[in-house]
């Protein structure tokens, strides 16, 4: 038995060698030996990720929603204490501690309301067809869309979803975070904590990731403090800035990427110097002993 042991150990040390020596990767089975390709590959993946998210009142909409609901439609607000609120595949979920909804909320009111707002066309959707077609592409390439909304009616962004023309596969995929600030109502520090849901939602880790769609210049400054890119929705705006930002930041994401990434070449013509080796055949050596270590 031990010395069938020491046969298999000593074909597996042997394979290691020359895989070691020709530069080729080596399989591991121990956590300490993770392969740097995979690493880099799955930093590239998240890299390519972009997290864009929408306000809604006089960004996507020219108009107030929020307002006209609450002043023309008499709408209650969902949370009595302005909670903030997340939708996720159609479920309203408070997200505050010690929150809690709203017995008045009538969501039947607020849908028929802002139902009745689009087809009388008090609150146009900005460029409906242009906007339609960005997020389909920004979902089709990968990347998260969230709505960050000032808004005490969670229902009613389920139907301006729906009346954008979005097939409902492609409205379950987009989170709704919203609420009012509790203390000032232009609180633009808000908007940073709908964003930080908006990455918790979607598995976004870092800002540089993140794109915030907005009219407001103090969220924007706010966010851009933090490391967000800002778009302001102001004169002469088209979403296909949106979709321009977009591609130029994951183009430059993957320059700094690629600028990390380790140059040593496995060209076996390199010339070294003599008694070195590459730092790749070390990584491949520092493996080949660790998977043999394991199988010990």
């Known amino acids: 038995m031990l010395y069938a042991c020491a046969y298999y150990i000593s074909v597996f040390q042997t394979a290691a060698y020359r895989n070691f020596m020709h530069g080729n990767d080596i399989p591991t089975r121990c956590n300490a030996a993770t392969n740097h390709a995979q690493e880099t590959s799955l930093t590239i993946e998240k890299n390519n990720t972009m997290l864009v998210c929408f306000d809604v009142d006089y960004s996507i909409l020219e108009g107030h929603m929020h307002n006209a609901l609450t002043v023309i439609g008499r709408c209650k607000p969902y949370a009595s204490d302005n909670g903030l609120w997340v939708i996720e595949k159609g479920q309203i979920q408070l997200q505050d501690d010690g929150a809690q909804t709203n017995p008045k909320y009538n969501p039947d009111h607020v849908k028929n309301m802002a139902e009745l707002l689009f087809l009388f066309n008090k609150i146009p959707i900005r460029d409906q067809e242009g906007l339609k077609s960005l997020i389909a592409k920004l979902l089709d390439e990968g990347h998260q869309v969230v709505i960050t909304t000032f808004s005490s009616y969670p229902d009613s962004i389920k139907v301006l979803l729906q009346q954008l023309g979005l097939e409902q596969e492609q409205i379950n995929r987009i989170p709704i975070i919203g609420d009012l600030p509790k203390m000032d109502f232009k609180d633009p520090n808000r908007k940073m904590e709908h964003i930080e849901k908006a990455k918790a939602s979607t598995g976004i880790s870092c800002n540089s990731n993140v794109i915030l769609v907005d009219d407001s210049k103090d969220n924007i400054n706010a966010t851009v403090k933090k ?56 990584s491949n050596l520092w493996q080949a002993l660790e998977f043999t270590t394991c199988l010990l």
């Open 227 to 282: 490391g967000v890119t800002g778009i302001d929705v102001g004169d002469n705006f088209s979403w296909i800035q949106i979709e321009n930002e977009a591609n130029n930041l994951v183009a430059s994401l993957d320059a700094q990427c690629h600028d990390q990434m380790p140059t040593t070449s496995r060209n076996e013509d390199d010339q070294k110097t003599p008694g070195t080796q590459s730092g790749d055949k070390l």
